[in-house]
């Protein structure tokens, strides 16, 4: 039976409420939801306490369940407007890894985090029910067995009607989540935020892995092909043809030198054009960023994009039809200084900030 692991956590300042259903060792009693899909909760009043991570003013950093933002655990997603949502798997990486760790580290770095964002308006906790759903509980023996478990956990996810804001994880778990996407939505428009256009079609004769998940997206027909962008392509290559898959299928593709320097506004501009009303999905690797500013992930490419620039993509979707995201390739051995995660939490929480509904003040 498909479960979510998830720690206890203590209800945030504002949102009611105390820990609950623990057991010894703070791990949450299987509750509603999706480890229990015979039971179910109502989702919440429109004029009910919304869930609010606690102020640093009154309860300290270092106090609590590391969940992200702190905010409060919980089994099901029924309720919920959005959800953090960890996916602990990393082998379908194909040089250096460590990203299964990727959503516990991140989640420790979001204590940071707060719950407005000036520079925007944004007042996601003002507009949407939030927690953390906790992790799905992957096989890391077998990764198309991985791949079923986070399909089926995503398909229940969005039948509840929530968002799910996944903390990878390496990019292989795009693909499974897709699936869940499509099936509720149709064929999803993409913004996909990378070193590397994951289209290979296979290595060492197989055909998932981290390097392949769009590949098997097209074959899937689950992305409207002329609705996708891949930002921040570079790398050395073993052809010079490398984008021809990616351009042929009808992707913009857009270079890591053609970002260099640059406002990436002026772009976004012409994506949201491009994306129109119909859904889309936000997949941001942090190798897109250059490792000198996220040095812990698998692959790293050197002259890569900044962290103002990932602002400005993100902040580029504000208005646009977003149904998901994630951010993925967080490995945490690489990152000693923890500053990866800490850019991961901060680019999850802007991705929080673009969803529908939300308040801009």
Request: aromatic residues 4%.
């Amino acid at each position: 039976m498909l479960r979510l692991l998830a720690s206890g956590c203590a209800r945030g300042l504002g949102g009611g409420g105390g820990a609950r259903g623990l057991v010894p060792g703070g791990l949450a009693r299987p509750a509603a939801g999706l480890c229990d899909p015979g039971s179910s909760q109502s989702r919440q009043a429109s004029d009910a306490p919304r869930n609010q991570p606690p102020s640093s003013e009154f309860v300290a950093r270092s106090v609590g369940i590391c969940s992200m933002m702190r905010l409060p655990v919980q089994a099901s997603p029924e309720g919920l407007d959005a959800a953090f949502i960890g996916v602990p798997l990393d082998i379908g990486t194909s040089n250096r890894p460590g990203a299964r760790f990727g959503p516990r580290r991140i989640r420790e770095e979001s204590v940071l985090l707060r719950t407005a964002n000036p520079s925007t308006g944004a007042l996601p906790f003002q507009s949407l029910m939030v927690a953390d759903l906790g992790d799905v509980n992957v096989n890391l023996y077998n990764l198309q067995d991985s791949c079923r478990l986070i399909r089926e956990a995503y398909q229940k996810i969005v039948a509840a009607g929530c968002i799910p804001l996944t903390l990878g994880g390496d990019h292989t778990i795009t693909y499974p989540i897709l699936q869940a996407m499509a099936e509720k939505h149709g064929p999803m428009g993409l913004v996909h935020v990378d070193a590397h256009m994951d289209t290979a079609d296979k290595a060492l004769g197989e055909k998932l892995y981290h390097g392949t998940p769009f590949r098997r997206c097209v074959d899937e027909g689950l992305l409207d092909c002329k609705r996708v962008v891949q930002i921040g392509i570079r790398g050395s290559s073993m052809t010079l043809d490398t984008y021809r898959y990616s351009r042929s299928q009808g992707f913009r593709v857009v270079l890591a030198e053609d970002c260099w320097m640059k406002s990436l506004v002026p772009l976004m501009g012409k994506v949201r054009q491009q994306m129109g009303v119909r859904p889309i999905y936000i997949s941001f690797d942090i190798d897109g960023l250059d490792p000198a500013y996220a040095p812990g992930t698998g692959t790293p490419e050197i002259a890569g994009l900044t962290p103002s620039q990932a602002l400005e993509i993100i902040r580029g979707c504000q208005g646009l039809n977003v149904v998901g995201c994630d951010l993925v390739e967080v490995s945490p051995p690489y990152d000693p200084s923890g500053n990866t995660a800490l850019v991961a939490a901060n680019l999850l929480f802007e991705m929080l900030c673009v969803l529908p509904k939300v308040t801009v003040a």
